[in-house]
Every structure is written in structure tokens, then in C-alpha cells.
């Protein structure tokens, strides 16, 4: 096993999850907002699960998006 190449592909993984996460929930934030569904001044519950099925590997993040 290389450990450089298997940490890039690791932190390629992660950016790439994290750039797109954030978008999504961005977008999901501002149309909620628009459709009134949400004031802007919440905080919403999050999960994370990452998920590796090759190594039965399977973590759940727990955290809170805060509005304002």
C-alpha cells in the first residue's frame, strides 16, 4: 500500500464531498426560505453517514446548520 497515494485520494474524496455537501445544502437552505418554509433564523439538525462497503466501514456525523 502506498500511504501517500491512498491519503490523496482520501483528501480528493473528502473536498469533493464537502464542496458539493455545502452547495446542496446551500441551495436547499435559500429555496426552503423563498417557499417559506423556513424564516432564515433556524438551526437544523444534520447527519452525515460516510459509507466504505468494501471494509464494512460505516460513521455517522451528527452536527446543527445555523441560520443566523
Not at 473528502?14 to 436547499?28: D, F, M, R
Amino acid at each position: 500500500m502506498n500511504d501517500e497515494a491512498l491519503n490523496m485520494s482520501i483528501r480528493k474524496f473528502l473536498k469533493t464531498v464537502g464542496v458539493n455537501s455545502q452547495l446542496a445544502i446551500e441551495k436547499a437552505v435559500r429555496k426552503a426560505i423563498e417557499d417559506g418554509k423556513l424564516k432564515g433564523s433556524e438551526s437544523l439538525p444534520a447527519t452525515m453517514t460516510l459509507n466504505v462497503g468494501a471494509l464494512a466501514l460505516e460513521v455517522k456525523f451528527d452536527g446543527d446548520l445555523k441560520l443566523n
